[in-house]
């Protein structure tokens, strides 16, 4: 990681701006986690930063604005999911596992972990609106791949929307149980999950 001189003047102000914004980012997201948001202070990442307070409020309006701006970041990464499916040669069912093993990197990760455990319940007012409507699209993105699957026979005929919830609902869940020294990673857990999902629990001869 590229070292922050935080008091050092540059001749790139824009470019030291951008990684101190950042640092900032990459530790409140870490604090978020793995302490909490509402346990985290501004006092605690400006401490943990080495600089006062003050000097936090040129990059965020405050904590809940720090949030958001985490969560930005894990929404751009969830549109990488959203790339990776698209560009997979294949069928619905194809779509979905390249998705959710994307997904699944994303959400484990201490951005993904503070978008799912802190963000979905603590911002407020336009901020929950508009991650609101975000995570309304990806369900709109996902019900459509479903579709595609039904449509092309490599998923049975189902209700989308209630297998988007189940799909969802299954790996936004890891942040609180993913062990990153366990033996399996993320990609390999969610082709474990989505066999669970796509064949059931139900033994072969049963």
């Given at each position: 990681?590229?070292?922050?001189?935080?008091?050092?003047?540059?001749?790139?102000?824009?470019?030291?701006?951008?990684?101190?914004?950042?640092?900032?980012?990459?530790?409140?997201?870490?604090?978020?986690?793995?302490?909490?948001?509402?346990?985290?202070?501004?006092?605690?990442?400006?401490?943990?930063?080495?600089?006062?307070?003050?000097?936090?409020?040129?990059?965020?309006?405050?904590?809940?604005?720090?949030?958001?701006?985490?969560?930005?970041?894990?929404?751009?990464?969830?549109?990488?999911?959203?790339?990776?499916?698209?560009?997979?040669?294949?069928?619905?069912?194809?779509?979905?596992?390249?998705?959710?093993?994307?997904?699944?990197?994303?959400?484990?990760?201490?951005?993904?972990?503070?978008?799912?455990?802190?963000?979905?319940?603590?911002?407020?007012?336009?901020?929950?609106?508009?991650?609101?409507?975000?995570?309304?699209?990806?369900?709109?993105?996902?019900?459509?791949?479903?579709?595609?699957?039904?449509?092309?026979?490599?998923?049975?005929?189902?209700?989308?929307?209630?297998?988007?919830?189940?799909?969802?609902?299954?790996?936004?869940?890891?942040?609180?149980?993913?062990?990153?020294?366990?033996?399996?990673?993320?990609?390999?857990?969610?082709?474990e999950m989505l066999e669970l999902i796509i064949h059931g629990v139900g033994a072969k001869n049963t």
């Open positions: 990681m590229t070292r922050i001189h935080w008091h050092k003047k540059t001749k790139d102000a824009k470019g030291q701006q951008k990684l101190k914004r950042r640092a900032m980012l990459n530790l409140a997201a870490h604090s978020f986690s793995t302490v909490g948001y509402k346990q985290t202070s501004m006092d605690d990442i400006a401490a943990a930063l080495a600089v006062t307070k003050p000097a936090l409020y040129y990059y965020a309006k405050n904590k809940e604005d720090i949030l958001m701006q985490c969560a930005r970041i894990s929404l751009e990464r969830v549109e990488l999911c959203f790339t990776s499916a698209k560009e997979v040669q294949g069928n619905g069912l194809d779509r979905i596992r390249v998705f959710f093993r994307v997904y699944a990197n994303m959400v484990v990760s201490e951005f993904g972990s503070a978008l799912m455990r802190e963000a979905r319940r603590n911002l407020t007012g336009e901020n929950q609106k508009n991650l609101r409507q975000t995570m309304i699209d990806g369900q709109n993105f996902l019900e459509s791949i479903i579709a595609e699957g039904i449509k092309d026979g490599s998923i049975r005929d189902c209700d989308s929307k209630r297998l988007a919830h189940v799909l969802f609902s299954a790996f936004n869940q890891m942040p609180i149980w993913y062990n990153p020294k366990g033996p399996l990673n993320p990609e390999s857990i969610a082709d």
